[in-house]
């Protein structure tokens, strides 16, 4: 039986870390200038300030200046639309972030192209996912970048691999097909309509499963020696009626079969932070005329 790896995503995002607070003391030294990330949260959502604060703390810990404005959920689209204007145009604020979801009445996409396309440190502007897709310099959305490097830790090459991505939404699904079409894979999008998914996840040499519901890929839709990577984070009552997070891919049952497994929690979770202040640091370059492909 095959001896199935634990990829680490906690230690993989402490030494990105350390190269984030690297490169911001660097821009600090050579141009006096210090990153600025600014998290917008609207209403009061638990989860959502939970979210917030640790992005806060990490970006502290990384050097980069942290600030945060927060709206009640009765704000109207126009004054937070304002207030993104206002973020445009500080010089302080290198990178915006707005917490998702808004309320129901604030149509998100309106507001992800309000902001400036150079502090769209979540790499969702329509500027950013163009560049993506037609191999430009974009920033590139955290937590599917997050996925490419652990990839890059679990296999020597991704060239001529057959990739799944199961779930297909525009923070991780799609863009995540984007990095890994530019890393000369072989990309299958799988979603709910998608006919006999086990028959199509069988296939891959490389999953990477976003669909929100616990434990749903089982251990016999895996390829043996398939390396994957879990996005889910699900929270389910455990023995004791005390809750756990679990994946979207039931992490025993892929035991022996899979080559390689991130686990939930300390998979993709830590590499999501780190790689949205490494992009903090990018805007802040980006804005002052350099930006590079995240390497
Ligand atoms: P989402 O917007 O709800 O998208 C889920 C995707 O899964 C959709 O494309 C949907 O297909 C597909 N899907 C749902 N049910 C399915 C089924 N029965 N069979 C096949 N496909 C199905 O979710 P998301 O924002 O991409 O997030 C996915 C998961 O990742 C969530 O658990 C979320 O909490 C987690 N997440 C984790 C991080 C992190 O940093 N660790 C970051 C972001 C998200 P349709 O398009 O056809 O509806």
């Given at each position: 039986m095959l001896a199935t790896k634990r990829i680490d995503g906690k230690a993989r995002a402490e030494r990105l870390l350390v190269d984030v607070a690297a490169a911001a003391a660097s821009l600090k030294a050579e141009a006096g200038v210090v990153p600025g990330l600014c998290a917008v949260l609207v209403g009061d959502d638990p989860a959502s300030r939970?979210?917030?604060?640790?992005?806060?703390?990490?970006?502290?810990?990384?050097?980069?200046?942290?600030?945060?404005?927060?709206?009640?959920?009765?704000?109207?689209?126009?004054?937070?639309?304002a207030l993104i204007a206002r973020l445009n145009a500080d010089d302080r604020v290198d990178g915006i972030l707005v917490q998702l979801p808004l309320p129901k009445h604030i149509d998100p996409q309106r507001v992800i192209d309000a902001i400036d396309p150079r502090k769209d440190v979540d790499g969702f502007h329509p500027q950013n996912t163009g560049h993506l897709w037609s191999g430009g310099k974009a920033l590139v959305p955290c937590t599917p970048y997050g996925c490419l490097l652990l990839l890059r830790e679990a296999l020597p090459s991704l060239a001529g691999a057959e990739a799944i991505v199961l779930g297909r939404s525009n923070i991780v699904g799609k863009p995540m097909a984007a990095l890994l079409l530019s890393e000369n894979c072989t990309v299958t999008v799988a979603?709910?309509?998608?006919?006999?998914?086990?028959?199509?996840?069988?296939?891959?040499?490389?999953?990477?499963?976003?669909?929100?519901?616990?434990?749903?890929?089982?251990?016999?839709?895996?390829?043996?020696?398939?390396v994957v990577i879990d996005v889910g984070v699900n929270r389910v009552?455990?023995?004791?009626?005390?809750?756990?997070?679990?994946?979207?891919?039931?992490?025993?049952?892929?035991?022996?079969?899979?080559?390689?497994?991130?686990?939930?929690?300390?998979?993709?979770?830590?590499?999501?932070?780190?790689?949205?202040?490494?992009?903090?640091?990018?805007?802040a370059r980006y804005r002052r005329g350099d930006l590079d492909y995240p390497g």
């Open positions: 939970v979210y917030v604060r640790s992005k806060g703390r990490a970006a502290i810990s990384a050097g980069i200046e942290s600030f945060q404005e927060t709206l009640p959920d009765t704000v109207s689209e126009a004054e937070l639309l979603h709910s309509r998608s006919r006999d998914l086990p028959a199509i996840l069988r296939r891959a040499d490389i999953l990477v499963a976003a669909v929100g519901r616990p434990q749903f890929v089982r251990g016999d839709w895996l390829k043996p020696g398939v009552e455990a023995d004791g009626g005390k809750p756990k997070l679990v994946g979207d891919v039931a992490f025993a049952e892929a035991q022996g079969i899979a080559a390689a497994i991130t686990p939930v929690p300390g998979g993709v979770g830590p590499m999501t932070i780190a790689c949205l202040l490494e992009n903090a640091v990018r805007c």
